[in-house]
């Protein structure tokens, strides 16, 4: 069975420091998705960066890169500079290609301390 | 781009009625929709799959009687809680997968809470 792990269940950060949110996976397939999603207090699911599994360069998106281990099954998040309004739960989520169905880890929740 | 949806964003209900959410793509059409459900500090669980013109898929454990899903067209999906009782209370989100995507992402609405009285 596919599954998701993360095994930090809360985090805290300084402003304006970077922070590494762990998650790991397991599957036998070859052809994936991975997904990091922000769940604010709002509790609105925002997409903050996916890695296409067939891709050896790990996916950024401004403050935000992924450290995408693909023998180890591993997908960190690093958040740089982190702001206020990062303070969220983050969930990590895998997909094979083609069964559009996810897999949730059970999310991190961090908090940015000013 | 890529803004999903949902009516209304909360609900509360007399026990044995039923409600319906609303969920909608805004800017792409959307052949495959999610529903999901969450419970406080915990994570998504999967509800069902919901493609349009054809019938839902449900996750094991989940009763397709009562949680009735209807996909009529490319933006909208519908979950209609049937018979509605205390235990239902919760957050329901959605999701949408579009049409011309290739990377399978799915785009989350900002969910409804229920809570039956």
């Known amino acids: 069975a596919q599954t998701v792990t993360q095994s930090q269940p809360e985090m805290s950060v300084q402003e304006a420091e970077t922070v590494t949110l762990s998650c790991t996976y397991d599957t036998s397939e070859n052809n994936y998705y991975l997904f990091w999603y922000k769940q604010p207090p709002s509790r609105q699911m925002i997409l903050v960066i996916r890695q296409e599994a067939y891709k050896q360069q790990n996916a950024t998106e401004n403050r935000f890169s992924v450290n995408f281990q693909k023998a180890a099954k591993s997908f960190s998040l690093k958040i740089s500079d982190s702001q206020l309004g990062d303070t969220a739960m983050y969930f990590c989520a895998f997909t094979t290609s083609g069964t559009y169905k996810y897999i949730f880890g059970t999310g991190t929740r961090l908090k940015v301390l000013a | 781009g890529a803004v999903v949806s949902q009516h209304p964003s909360r609900v509360i209900c007399k026990s044995g009625t039923s409600v319906k959410i609303e969920c909608r793509s805004l800017?792409?059409?959307?052949?495959?929709m999610f529903w999901y459900r969450q419970f406080p500090k915990q994570s998504l669980m999967l509800m069902a799959t919901?493609?349009?013109?054809?019938?839902?898929?449900?996750e094991q454990g989940v009763e397709k009687d009562k949680f009735l899903i209807n996909h009529a067209s490319l933006t909208l999906s519908t979950l209609t809680v049937t018979s509605a009782h205390p235990e239902d209370s919760s957050f329901y989100i959605c999701s949408a997968r579009s049409q011309q995507d290739s990377t399978d992402t799915q785009y989350f609405g900002p969910g409804t809470r229920l809570t039956v009285l």
């Open positions: 919901s493609n349009e013109g054809s019938k839902a898929t449900y």
């Open positions: 800017d792409f059409q959307a052949t495959t």
